[in-house]
């Protein structure tokens, strides 16, 4: 047996420029290959558009609301929506939506309450599309993650049944060992280029998750504070109820006052002509 595996090793083999590297690899492995590398190149791209995308709106969120709360205190509306407007990302875009409904809310003299209700609809239909655009072709490399694997897996498994089929179909005096090898290349081959493949797609996506999600947070809380700071701060105030008098101080009841005393003396009785009887 060990002649045999010696054989098969040093059997001399003729070697041609596109057998070197990796694009004999490509060659060796099979047909299997040439999807996981168009995986490889997509998979790229996405990790390169998402650097790039992530990088150019990172800014620093909390300085930016404070600015924009400040133009507010001093009732510089338009001031505000230009600064909103000359920066990228998710908070300068949420607080844009807020502060542009509460101009006009506030232009048709709307009450508070209203206010209120309005600015948090225009925030909360704004959110998906900031989701959306923050998650663009992420899903893209969640699938490079997941199918190249499932190549390479499939490399492995027309492997074993190319091997087992050279051994069935062997004539005799063939090398055993040779045909077994060939079917054992092709399926190490390409398992082993797709886990290179899915491995580190699966690695960005899980980071660019992560960087989507503290940015969805931060426009979140943007959204709170803008609610409280225009609809506390800056909001008409409602007109106040007229308050009631109030009641007069309760002056005790009048004592009563003794009437004229009845006598108790009866008169004398009147004769018929006036005089007493």
């Not at 070697?15 to 070197?20: E, I, L, P, V």
């Not at 299997?32 to 998979?43: H, N, S």
């Not at 939506?97 to 232009?107: P, S």
């Not at 701060?233 to 005393?261: E, K, L, N, Y």
Request: glycine letters at 8%.
């Amino acid at each position: 047996m060990l002649m045999l595996f010696a054989e098969a090793v040093a059997a001399p083999v003729e070697k041609h420029w596109w057998d070197a590297g990796a694009l004999g690899y490509m060659f060796d492995g099979g047909i299997f290959m040439w999807p996981i590398l168009l995986l490889a190149i997509i998979g790229t791209g996405v990790v390169i558009e998402r650097f790039r995308t992530l990088r150019l709106i990172a800014i620093d969120a909390q300085d930016l609301r404070t600015q924009v709360l400040d133009l507010l205190y001093q009732d510089k509306i338009e001031e505000a929506v230009e600064l909103c407007a000359r920066s990228h990302g998710p908070v300068p875009a949420i607080l844009a939506v807020g502060i542009h409904r509460y101009k006009l809310l506030r232009k048709l003299n709307y009450d508070p309450a209203k206010i209120e209700e309005q600015v948090v609809k225009a925030m909360e239909d704004y959110s998906p599309h900031i989701t959306a655009a923050l998650e663009k072709n992420l899903p893209i490399l969640s699938t490079v993650a997941s199918v190249a694997p499932m190549l390479g897996s499939l490399g492995t498994v027309v492997g074993m049944v190319l091997m087992f089929q050279g051994i069935v179909a062997m004539e005799a005096g063939e090398n055993i060992i040779k045909k077994a090898a060939a079917g054992i290349q092709v399926k190490l081959i390409v398992t082993v280029w797709g886990l290179m493949v899915g491995i580190p797609a699966y690695m960005f996506f899980n980071y660019f998750t992560s960087v989507v999600s503290q940015h969805i947070l931060e426009a979140e809380e943007t959204a709170s504070q803008l609610v409280e700071a225009l609809v506390l701060q800056f909001a008409p105030a409602a007109p106040s109820a007229p308050t009631a008098p109030a009641p007069a101080p309760m002056s005790p009841p009048p004592r009563p006052q003794p009437g004229p005393v009845a006598s108790v003396i009866p008169s004398a009785p009147r004769g018929p002509k006036g005089g007493p009887s």
